[in-house]
């Protein structure tokens, strides 16, 4: 869709520009004519919706629209995330920010809260507060090269590494080096003393409510799942050593083709500049379903139409 207000031949942006490259309607998220004339803002999770879908990434990252509800593992591993980086280990948040002791009402909660306590329990805390801290943002203005952007979930304070979580059902993806190498290169990108990259990935509990479980509350479920964890620790936290008190997969620098990571954004920029420049956003229809339901299914159905009831537009900032 053509942006009404946009003028190419302007040198003054329009009366709806904000400042780094925002627009103040509401229907807009990123100003389009600032990043013709300039370059787009990228980010690893940016360039993945465009390569499985030029429109998903028109409606994500230009739009600026997002599902007002989010899935049950994203919940997870939100919470977990939240709860390891931002206070268990960097203590960012205080320890009233979530009780793991409370009642537990939803089968998300339940099984977040089980694998929070296993951290808890199982990984050494201390050695990891002195070293590191949580949800570090890195910003990239290169000369020749898009802006991007991202934040790392712990970085070492003397710059030799940083460590990413992950939380699902099949952990063995996540410490992959050939699905997750990309991802790696972005974060070994943002700072050129990184040493070393850690993946800690968290399988995510996955007990079966059935026969004498089947009226099993949710509390009981969890303390059901979090005993499972810690009986099997190795299963849960791939990589884990008890007399350590670790986990995760580890990668060297030298693993990864960071300069190969450095043209790819500068092509992807281009196609996105290309994809304005002609006001054409592909859609990709083998991307519908695979490898899970696109979250911006129904508008494509719909041409174009979007629910305020299912839809909601991200804050500009």
């Known amino acids: 869709m053509t942006c009404e207000y946009k003028e190419n031949k302007k040198k003054k942006s329009c009366d709806f520009y904000i400042k780094s490259g925002f627009c103040s309607k509401k229907t807009i998220f990123r100003c389009v004519e600032y990043i013709e004339r300039n370059e787009p803002t990228l980010s690893h999770s940016g360039i993945i919706n465009f390569i499985r879908c030029p429109k998903m990434y028109y409606y994500a990252q230009i739009c600026g629209i997002q599902k007002k509800e989010t899935s049950d593992p994203i919940k997870i591993g939100s919470a977990v995330d939240s709860y390891i980086t931002e206070y268990l280990l960097t203590g960012a948040k205080n320890e009233d920010y979530l009780d793991i002791n409370s009642d537990i009402d939803y089968m998300w909660q339940a099984k977040a809260i089980a694998i ?31 802006q991007i952007q991202g934040f790392l979930d712990l970085h070492a304070k003397n710059d030799s590494g940083f460590i990413e979580l992950k939380t699902g059902r099949d952990p063995a993806y996540y410490i992959n080096l050939f699905y997750i190498k990309y991802k790696l290169a972005t974060y070994f990108m943002s700072n050129d003393k990184y040493k070393t990259g850690t993946v800690w990935a968290i399988r995510v509990p996955d007990l079966k409510r059935t026969g004498k479980f089947k009226n099993e509350s949710y509390p009981d479920y969890s303390n059901r799942c979090h005993r499972d964890m810690l009986a099997r620790a190795k299963f849960y936290f791939p990589g884990y050593n008890p007399e350590k008190r670790n986990f995760g997969a580890k990668f060297g620098r030298a693993e990864i083709d960071v300069d190969e990571m450095v043209r790819y954004y500068r092509m992807i920029a281009d196609n996105i500049k290309g994809c304005i420049e002609r006001d054409l956003w592909i859609q990709n229809g083998t991307g519908c379903l695979h490898p899970f339901e696109c979250n911006y299914l129904s508008i494509c159905k719909n041409n174009g139409a979007i629910s305020e009831d299912v839809y909601g537009y991200r804050e500009k900032k």
């Open 116 to 146: 929070m306590k296993a951290f808890r329990d199982l990984i050494g805390v201390d050695k990891y507060k002195e070293k590191y801290v949580g949800q570090y943002k890195f910003v990239l203005n290169n000369d020749g090269q898009p």
